[in-house]
């Protein structure tokens, strides 16, 4: 991070939400020539981040100085879209992690950026949103039903958890990455802004060893699930009933859910044919997969290899 002495300045474009005419220093962000513009507030950048605080006293002398719009320049490598992301928090405060699930790529550009600036306001109110998307007990996992997306942001996730040291959030993350291609596993995942996600190679060992535990979790547990004799007590459609639960082994595997790499989804009972089937014997069905696989949840870092690095997992 430098001002740097460089006549491309003069081409930075104007940031729409975060150029304050009343702003006091200009923050360049992204690469040169088109690099935007951020007319901040020197006060508040020094408030919350150390860092900033320590440059802006370094800021040079008045006549050694570039300047944008009569304001001193301090140019950053980050890309545009994440400083955004960082001065509408920085300026928003609390309210901007309220309401809505902030989307997965601005939560981690938001940890990311916090740590490079030491902003620990911004760490304390984003890493709950991280959590969430990356639960350690099995309730708030099947709580939140919504899947997933985009399944890749995991693998950033990982990434970013070896990089800030965030180990919780491992198991979970590694489960999803373990849904991901193979091609994406080995050789990372490009985001739309050009930025390269990538593994470290004893990652993506875990990972692909991490399949085939999963993968024998899951048709262990279906084989539990699926191995119905009788109906549900209050079953009244018993000859409609049995054959279907009867047949659904079959059926998952024809849909290639029997060994998929997921035993801590819900499995769409629907593709194994169960929409003939009554409430009481869904209600039943229902039941026995989520005790099987509740039980499991406590294996999840052993699954994915990480057991020695998670402490306080829940271990029933
Ligand atoms: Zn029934």
Redesign the pocket.
């Known amino acids: 991070m430098a001002a740097l002495l460089d006549p491309d300045f003069r081409k930075l474009v104007r940031h729409a939400e975060h150029y304050h005419n009343d702003g006091d220093i200009v923050i360049a962000a992204g690469p040169l020539p088109n690099s935007t513009a951020f007319r901040v507030h020197m006060h508040i950048l020094r408030e919350h981040s150390g860092v900033f605080k320590d440059h802006l006293a370094q800021i040079p002398p008045e006549e050694g100085l570039v300047k944008f719009d009569n304001c001193p320049v301090m140019a950053v490598v980050d890309h545009a879209d994440d400083m955004a992301v960082l001065l509408s928090a920085l300026y928003k405060g609390p309210g901007f992690f309220e309401g809505a699930k902030l989307p997965i790529f601005t939560v981690l550009a938001l940890l990311d950026l916090a740590a490079k600036y030491q902003v620990p306001t911004i760490t304390q109110l984003a890493m709950p949103h991280l959590q969430f998307r990356f639960p350690t007990t099995f309730n708030e996992w099947w709580g939140d039903d919504s899947e997933f997306e985009p399944v890749e942001a995991a693998l950033s996730a990982v990434v970013l958890a070896r990089k800030l040291g965030i180990p919780t959030i491992l198991p979970a993350a590694l489960y999803y990455v373990c849904q991901l291609p193979i091609k994406t596993i080995l050789h990372g995942y490009h985001r739309e802004d050009g930025k390269l996600d990538k593994l470290s190679n004893e990652d993506i060992e875990k990972v692909l060893e991490g399949k085939e535990n999963l993968m024998n979790l899951n048709a262990k547990t279906n084989m539990w699930v699926l191995d119905i004799k009788v ?2 007590t ?5 000859n ?3 054959p279907v ?1 009867k047949r659904a082994a079959h059926l998952f595997v024809e849909t290639r859910q029997m060994c998929a790499y997921k035993p801590f989804h819900w499995v769409d009972l629907n593709e194994g044919g169960y929409e003939d ?6 209600r ?1 069905l229902c039941r026995k997969r989520w005790d099987g696989i509740h039980g499991h949840w406590c294996e999840l870092p052993a699954l994915m290899g990480v057991e020695a690095e998670v402490e306080g997992w829940p271990q029933e």
Not at 234 to 238: F, Q, V
Not at 277 to 282: Q, T
């Open positions: 109906p549900s209050s079953c009244k459609t018993r409609i009933c049995l639960m089937i009554c409430r009481p014997c869904w039943m």
